[in-house]
């Protein structure tokens, strides 16, 4: 039973390095979000793509935040030049129909990136 | 701009009674409404959704939430809570345009549930 899969579970990087997060969504699933979830804190919207398309990047914090999915199906986040501040889980949610629809996001359990 | 707040940071109770987790929001149309549930280290489970309709809202595992629109909240109730029960709970609106649909969610900053034996 394929939930949405996120890679790696943990990841720690030293400050400076980039770093690239992998989500593999529901198979089938149109749209695509990444939020960033700080220590004590409720997600974060970051960015979402329907199919291949970016529709809305407007919660990256800087243009150091990057996210891609070629194909419409797996997504990659990345990371260049981290910085502590980066420190988070990166959770990747799927959802069946497009965006703006009534079909609910299913989440995975996240990438916690550690910046030292 | 959209918003979500979640007065209680943490919250006590014991095995068997009930609870009240409260949720207010912060938008101009109707809203879509969410309850999430996270387990440590783990990703978002959806508890229920309100789009529109009956406004009081039957999820998984017992809970239920109710939308009061002249209050703006949307609290999450059980009645008789179980040890299993003890994680963090997020309150979402979607951020959508137009229609009331959902696009992003907006997630409240969590509340978190201790059950006693």
Same mark, same amino acid.
């Given at each position: 039973?394929?939930?949405?899969?996120?890679?790696? $579970?943990? !990841?720690?990087? !030293?400050?400076?390095?980039?770093?690239?997060?992998? /989500?593999?969504?529901?198979?089938?699933?149109?749209?695509?979000?990444?939020?960033?979830?700080?220590?004590?804190?409720?997600?974060?919207?970051?960015?979402?793509?329907?199919?291949?398309?970016?529709?809305? !990047?407007?919660?990256?914090?800087?243009?150091?935040?990057?996210a891609? $999915?070629?194909?419409?199906?797996?997504?990659?986040? !990345?990371?260049? $030049?981290?910085?502590?501040?980066?420190?988070?889980?990166?959770l /990747?949610?799927?959802?069946?129909?497009?965006?703006?629809?009534?079909?609910?996001?299913?989440?995975?359990?996240?990438?916690?990136?550690?910046?030292? | #701009?959209?918003?979500?707040?979640?007065?209680?940071?943490?919250?006590?109770?014991?095995?068997?009674?009930?609870?009240? &987790?409260?949720?207010?929001?912060?938008?101009? #149309?109707?809203?879509? &409404? @969410? *309850?999430?549930?996270?387990?440590?280290?783990?990703? &978002?489970?959806?508890?229920?959704?309100? @789009?529109?309709?009956?406004?009081?809202?039957?999820?998984?595992?017992? @809970?239920?939430?109710? %939308?009061?629109?002249s209050?703006?909240?949307?609290? &999450?109730?059980?009645?008789?809570?179980? *040890?299993?029960? #003890? #994680?963090?709970? %997020?309150?979402?609106?979607?951020a959508?345009?137009?229609?009331?649909?959902?696009?992003?969610?907006? @997630?409240?900053?969590?509340?978190?549930?201790?059950?006693?034996?």
């Amino acid at each position: 039973g394929a939930g949405v899969s996120q890679s790696p $579970r943990y !990841k720690v990087a !030293k400050r400076g390095q980039d770093v690239a997060l992998r /989500c593999d969504p529901i198979s089938g699933h149109v749209s695509l979000f990444w939020y960033q979830q700080a220590l004590g804190q409720g997600p974060e919207f970051l960015t979402y793509f329907q199919n291949e398309a970016q529709l809305d !990047k407007s919660g990256l914090p800087s243009d150091r935040f990057f996210a891609e $999915r070629p194909e419409g199906s797996v997504s990659t986040l !990345k990371i260049q $030049r981290t910085q502590q501040e980066d420190s988070a889980v990166y959770l /990747c949610a799927s959802s069946l129909g497009p965006v703006y629809s009534n079909q609910p996001q299913h989440f995975g359990d996240g990438t916690r990136l550690s910046i030292l | #701009a959209q918003s979500v707040t979640q007065p209680d940071i943490h919250i006590t109770v014991s095995e068997g009674a009930s609870l009240e &987790l409260r949720c207010n929001y912060s938008y101009g #149309a109707t809203p879509y &409404l @969410f *309850w999430y549930v996270q387990s440590p280290g783990q990703g &978002l489970q959806l508890l229920l959704k309100y @789009f529109s309709g009956d406004t009081l809202v039957q999820g998984i595992k017992g @809970f239920e939430a109710e %939308f009061k629109r002249s209050q703006s909240s949307f609290n &999450l109730r059980k009645p008789s809570v179980h *040890w299993s029960d #003890a #994680a963090e709970y %997020f309150c979402a609106v979607g951020a959508g345009i137009g229609g009331g649909s959902q696009g992003n969610l907006i @997630f409240g900053k969590g509340t978190k549930l201790s059950v006693k034996p």
